[in-house]
């Protein structure tokens, strides 16, 4: 398993400003990720988190208004820009950790973020 | 893309009471795996399924990965208050090079005293 330490654990924004998400984790890992999970709902994939290249986003996220960076294996950090309500919600990161019989998926504690 | 199809949504039992919840997929899986997110958490991994017909329990638990690979059913027998969230399937396709998980939407469980 793997501890990931996701910080901060919520946060209230003004719209227009900007939002920097950190994510830790207490191993080298090669694959993690970002998902928003909205109210009620499941979560969805934002981007995966490439070390020492840029992210590869899902339909519908673009590195604009998500930029992510992942200086090393076992950092990440998700940025929501120019906040609106509308991107109210919990973000989530996640490592993957993948072998040829197993594959098993972490996840940090969530940041809660509210846009008013 | 993949779809995963959870059932119930949602689910208010008695203390005490077993509970059944399944996903099912209109594509191969090759990895199966439930969790449970307790408000204001993030999703915590319950149990995982690599091959088919495979049967695992955790505790109170139990999961099943479908014959046809398609499908997987979690258990939770004599349930306790603290058995309340939010479980969630996900699961991962057998072809291609896609490494993501694909989630099913949650069933949420009220466990009634």
């Known amino acids: 398993s793997a501890v990931i330490s996701q910080k901060p654990s919520r946060d209230i924004c003004q719209r227009g400003t900007s939002l920097t998400i950190q994510c830790q984790v207490d191993s080298q890992v090669t694959m993690m990720f970002w998902y928003r999970q909205q109210p009620g709902q499941s979560l969805t994939l934002i981007a995966t988190a490439n070390q020492g290249s840029e992210a590869t986003y899902e339909s519908g996220f673009v590195i604009d208004k998500f930029p992510i960076s992942r200086p090393n294996l076992t950092f990440s950090t998700l940025t929501v820009s120019n906040m609106s309500p509308e991107d109210s919600s919990i973000y989530l990161c996640?490592?993957?950790?993948?072998?040829?019989?197993?594959?098993?998926?972490?996840f940090g504690q969530g940041t809660r973020l509210t846009v008013v | 893309g993949q779809q995963l199809n959870q059932s119930p949504q949602s689910m208010f039992i008695q203390e005490g009471e077993d509970v059944s919840m399944n996903c099912t997929s209109s594509s191969i899986f090759n990895t199966w795996l439930w969790y449970k997110q307790d408000p204001g958490e993030g999703p915590v991994l319950l149990i995982a399924?690599?091959?088919?017909?495979e049967l695992t329990s955790n505790g109170r638990l139990t999961a099943q990965f479908g014959i046809t690979r398609k499908d997987s059913f979690l258990n939770i027998s004599a349930s306790i208050p603290s058995d309340v969230g939010i479980y969630f399937c996900?699961?991962?396709?057998?072809?291609?090079?896609?490494?993501?998980?694909?989630f099913g939407s949650g069933t949420q469980l009220t466990v009634l005293p």
């Open positions: 399924l690599y091959k088919a017909g």
């Open positions: 996900a699961g991962r396709i057998s072809s291609g090079s896609a490494r993501q998980l694909t």
């Open positions: 996640s490592v993957l950790y993948d072998s040829s019989e197993n594959t098993e998926a972490f």
